[in-house]
């Protein structure tokens, strides 16, 4: 199991604002990492995959970067709709403890 | 377009276990190439996955679960099962199955169902 450790625990902005969210992989994962979005009461949506890939229908403003032990899901422009918990997962295993983004 | 239905008890006794089903829709079990699997989210916490399985029979679980879960796939009604032992209040959470593509990302999620053990 690779332990996955996002920062920071609570992220908050303004719409319009640049989002930056941290993962962390305790061992290399190479590119084998997911980002999933949860808003209140839903269940989590698959955003990115591969660590840059966007799933289909994902918005253009969220891209993932990084490989490795180091990741990082950006949001360009926060939308209200994107006020949720972001969560990274090692493909097919653990998830890290998520990211809250709130409004400022 | 997948979808996925879990079915199950909202209650479970301490001591006893959690038996889930997802049935699934829109597409074959048998004829796919996704695995089936489970992930749990307890109250407030984030997702914790628990156990995929290929219907050829691969079978993928998570190390602090594996003693106690079993998983298995019915392909002539399309459904694929969870069977957790031994539950403790540690158990309490959202369980949902999904799919995973070739045992990395999860593309779909069915809605969840709350179980919660207690005496």
């Known amino acids: 199991e690779v332990v996955l450790t996002q920062s920071p625990d609570t992220l908050s902005l303004s719409p319009g604002e640049r989002a930056t969210l941290s993962c962390r992989a305790a061992?290399?994962?190479?590119?084998?990492l997911a980002w999933y979005q949860q808003r209140p009461g839903q269940t989590p949506r698959l955003l990115i995959y591969g660590a840059s890939s966007r799933a289909t229908g994902v918005p253009d403003r969220f891209s993932g970067g990084g490989s490795g032990t180091d990741f990082t899901l950006t949001i360009s422009r926060v939308e209200p709709e994107d006020f949720a918990v972001y969560y990274c997962q090692e493909y097919g295993s653990m998830f890290g403890q998520g990211t809250r983004l709130e409004i400022k | 377009q997948l979808q996925l239905q879990e079915s199950g008890p909202g209650l479970v006794k301490p001591s006893e276990t959690l038996s889930l089903t997802c049935t699934v829709s829109g597409g074959s079990i048998s004829r796919s190439t996704y695995y089936w699997g489970w992930i749990r989210q307890p109250p407030g916490k984030g997702p914790e996955w628990i156990v995929s399985m290929y219907h050829s029979g691969d079978i993928h679980y998570n190390p602090s679960l594996e003693s106690r879960v079993t998983e298995s796939i019915d392909t002539s009604k399309n459904q694929f099962s969870l069977k957790l032992t031994s539950v403790t209040a540690a158990d309490t959470a959202t369980y949902y199955c999904?799919?995973?593509?070739?045992?990395?990302?999860?593309?779909?999620w069915g809605q969840g169902v709350l179980v919660t053990v207690s005496s």
């Open positions: 999904v799919t995973i593509v070739a045992g990395t990302r999860v593309d779909y």
């Open positions: 061992q290399s994962v190479g590119s084998n």
